[in-house]
């Protein structure tokens, strides 16, 4: 994983789709064995995740693309009690996907909870490294 952000929402599941789809996430058909990092990511929050009580979840496969700057598949749990989602966890294998993401995802009134984002350093052709 390169990327992870976990969200509070508080909004109905229409309401969340309708905000991924917006900042360019669409739906995409992903296997069942690619759910399986985000119950390892799950585990590793666990803490984060326990302190709203029990929640049924639902996962969804997104495709991001933002061309050219950026593409990516991104794997999403929602977490859900009384019909309505309370969390989503985010998890993405490209660099700064999770980042761009969640800036808009944030302008949007969503609550950022925790986010970790390897980034790519650029290195200066002016200064040599010694």
Excluded: C
Aim: glycine letters at 6%; aromatic letters at 10%.
């Amino acid at each position: 994983m390169q990327g992870v952000a976990l969200f509070e929402v508080h909004g109905d599941k229409r309401m969340v789709y309708f905000d991924l789809s917006v900042i360019g996430l669409s739906q995409v058909n992903v296997e069942e064995s690619q759910f399986e990092v985000l119950n390892e990511i799950e585990n590793e929050l666990h803490d984060l995740i326990g302190r709203y009580g029990p929640m049924l979840t639902n996962d969804i496969g997104l495709e991001y693309n933002d061309w050219p700057t950026s593409r990516g598949i991104v794997l999403a749990r929602l977490y859900m009690k009384d019909s309505e989602v309370k969390l989503v966890l985010l998890a993405s294998y490209e660099r700064s996907l999770i980042s761009r993401i969640s800036s808009k995802l944030s302008k949007l009134g969503w609550k950022p909870i925790f986010i970790f984002d390897i980034r790519k350093i650029m290195k200066s052709t002016r200064f040599p490294q010694r």
